[in-house]
């Protein structure tokens, strides 16, 4: 075998091995938390803690009302912030975020967790915005 049968083996290899390795991931976040339609969310959300894990100033465009931003980067410091007694209902602009905090809570003991299904982008509920300064 010369040089380069050698390097594309191991590339291969290696691309196999990340592809599994994000499979096993993408199962585990889902496993992670319960995904809510809007009406779901929406039916339920006076019960629960409502965390938007968009950074601040995606927050500060537009939110959905009551909630609380703890953005993903900052989770695993400021997860004591949360109850674990309540749910927890987690949203970002797509969800990719969301179930990733959801893994890091589920980590660290907390169990009711629920992640908005299609994001922020798909909301039709009620939203607050900061107000612009004039």
Known sequence: MD???IVTIILWIGIIAWGIW????????????????NDEFKQNMR?????????????????ILGARNIPYMQMKQRAGELRKDQ?????????????????????QGYNDLYVLKDGYEKWDGKIKRK????
């Not at 994000?22 to 339609?37: D, G, V």
């Open 3 to 5: 040089n380069w049968t």
């Open 22 to 37: 994000e499979l096993i991931q993408y199962f585990r976040r889902k496993n992670a938390a319960t995904a809510l339609e």
């Open 47 to 63: 019960k629960a803690q409502i965390v938007d894990v968009r950074g601040k100033d995606d927050f500060d465009a537009g939110h």
């Open 87 to 107: 749910p927890i209902y987690l949203y970002d602009d797509k969800k990719t975020m969301s179930y990733r905090a959801a893994l890091l809570l589920k980590k």
């Open 131 to 134: 107000k612009p300064i004039n």
